[in-house]
Every structure is written in structure tokens, then in C-alpha cells.
């Protein structure tokens, strides 16, 4: 496994009341480019874990090179972030190594990947936390086991799982559950990012509830070891279906 072998897409997590972006997620991608799941599909099984920690240090390392002064928001595999070695702490090194600020460094856990132990984790987590690290729950609401996760941990962010987004604008169930979840998080003090947003109709839906975290096609494709630019629906929607939205960085 050699760094050349692959590289970082960016794509933006906007904060509509700034027209700026908060973060940047990292996207893994083949070395030329290639989509993700086919370099994950290349270094699935026992080696999982060390490409999970390579990952994670050359994602800074790209971040750095291309002078991102944003969040940036990583991938990680619960199951081994705490592993001597692979785990977070190699994470830790590389960002002291290349002089990326930890305290804009947001780890994602997808709530469908093994989280068993909730106190455990969470135990574990704030160990991090306390070096200035945060930590998302990614894909909310795609599993079974948020609530609990929730009740047990509170993450610093949610992104909400693009199947709920999905058409929100005409779903009535959704649009209960999203509601739900959005005010959960605001009496928990948990940042929310509507993820997957790629119509003016599910942003103007969700704008309505309040939601000012976005990210999603609506607003740009990942980069290729670059900052995209970005759509900035921040005016008031009536103005967005009538008016052609600027772009900006």
C-alpha cells in the first residue's frame, strides 16, 4: 500500500447563514481518480484497518498540501479506532506532523457500523475529545440504533442520511421524522447537516425548519485534491426559485 496508489476528493459542508463553508469531508479516491468503492473493494478484509489508519494520514496530508482552512470532516472505522497503532492516534501524529489544527478535525462514524458497546465508545471518544478532536454520526437515521447511540453519546455533529432527504419536500413521514430528529438535536447542542441535498425543493423544505448545514450536489461535486466551488442558496427561498444563485468559496 503506497500513498501514490490513492488520493482525496473534497466536497463542502456549507453553512447557509455565512454563504461560506464550515468543512470539507474527504472523499477517498484511486490515484487517476477512480470512484471510491473501488479503492476500498482493493483493501477490503484484513487489511481494512491499516488502509482505515493510511486513509486518515494522507487525507491531512492532501488537505494540508492544498491549504484547506476549513474543518475537515474524516471517515473512520469504529470497530478500530482503538487499536494500538491503526487507531486514532496515528490520526493524532499525522496532523501534529503536517500542522493541521486538531480542533478542526471532525471524525465520522457511520451509525450503521458497528458501534456494540455505546458506553465504551463513548469512553473511548472523549479521550480524543479532550485532544481537540470532534466527532459525527454519519447516515443518521439508516439504522436502528440512533436514539441509543444518542442517549449514550452525543456526537458534536449528525449528518442526516440521504434517503431521509430524499423528495422530503412531498413525504409527510419523513418530514415528521426529520423534524424529530432536528429538534433532538437542538436540545442536545448537536450540529445537524442535511446530506444528499440535490434539488431546490428539498433545501427550501429543509431551510424551512431551520437547517443551515448542507451538503450534496445542490451545492457541488466533490474536488479532486481541491476546494470546489460552491452554489450559495442562503437568500430567502422565495428569491432562490426565481433568481440564479451566485457562487463563491
Same mark, same amino acid.
Given at each position: ?6 488520493? +482525496?476528493?473534497? #466536497? ?16 477517498? &479516491? ?17 487489511? *481494512? ?44 501524529? *499525522? ?8 480542533? &478542526? ?15 465504551? +465508545?463513548?469512553?473511548?471518544?472523549? #479521550?480524543? &475529545? ?45 418530514? *415528521? ?37 448542507? #451538503?450534496?450536489?445542490? +451545492? *457541488? ?27 463563491? &468559496?
Amino acid at each position: 500500500m503506497s500513498p501514490a496508489d490513492f488520493t +482525496f476528493a473534497f #466536497q463542502p459542508i456549507v453553512d447557509t447563514r455565512t454563504g461560506k463553508a464550515y468543512s470539507h469531508e474527504a472523499l477517498v &479516491r484511486g490515484a487517476a481518480g477512480e470512484p471510491a468503492w473501488q479503492v476500498l473493494g482493493r483493501h477490503a478484509g484484513a487489511g *481494512a484497518a491499516a488502509f482505515d489508519a493510511a486513509c486518515r494520514a494522507r487525507a491531512i496530508e492532501v488537505a494540508t498540501r492544498i491549504g484547506l482552512d476549513t474543518h475537515l470532516n474524516l471517515n473512520f472505522m469504529p470497530s478500530t479506532a482503538f487499536e494500538p497503532g491503526l487507531g486514532l492516534d496515528s490520526t493524532v501524529e *499525522a496532523a501534529r506532523r503536517h500542522g493541521f489544527p486538531l480542533d &478542526r478535525i471532525i471524525m465520522e462514524a457511520t451509525e450503521t457500523e458497528a458501534i456494540t458497546d455505546h458506553a465504551r +465508545f463513548a469512553e473511548s471518544v472523549n #479521550q480524543y &475529545r479532550r485532544a481537540g478532536l470532534q466527532f459525527a454520526i454519519d447516515d443518521f437515521g439508516a439504522g436502528y440504533s440512533g436514539l441509543n447511540l444518542l442517549a449514550e453519546f452525543q456526537p458534536d455533529m449528525v449528518k442526516l442520511d440521504m434517503a431521509l432527504v430524499r423528495g422530503i419536500e412531498s413525504h409527510g413521514p419523513r418530514q *415528521a421524522i426529520l423534524r424529530g430528529i432536528h429538534q433532538v438535536c437542538v436540545d442536545l447542542g448537536i450540529d445537524v447537516v442535511v446530506e444528499g441535498v440535490e434539488t431546490v425543493e428539498e433545501f427550501a423544505w429543509c431551510h424551512a425548519q431551520g437547517a443551515h448545514l448542507y #451538503q450534496g450536489y445542490l +451545492f *457541488a461535486k466533490p474536488m479532486l485534491e481541491g476546494m470546489p466551488e460552491f452554489a450559495e442558496p442562503y437568500l430567502a427561498v422565495p428569491m432562490i426559485r426565481s433568481s440564479r444563485w451566485q457562487s463563491g &468559496r
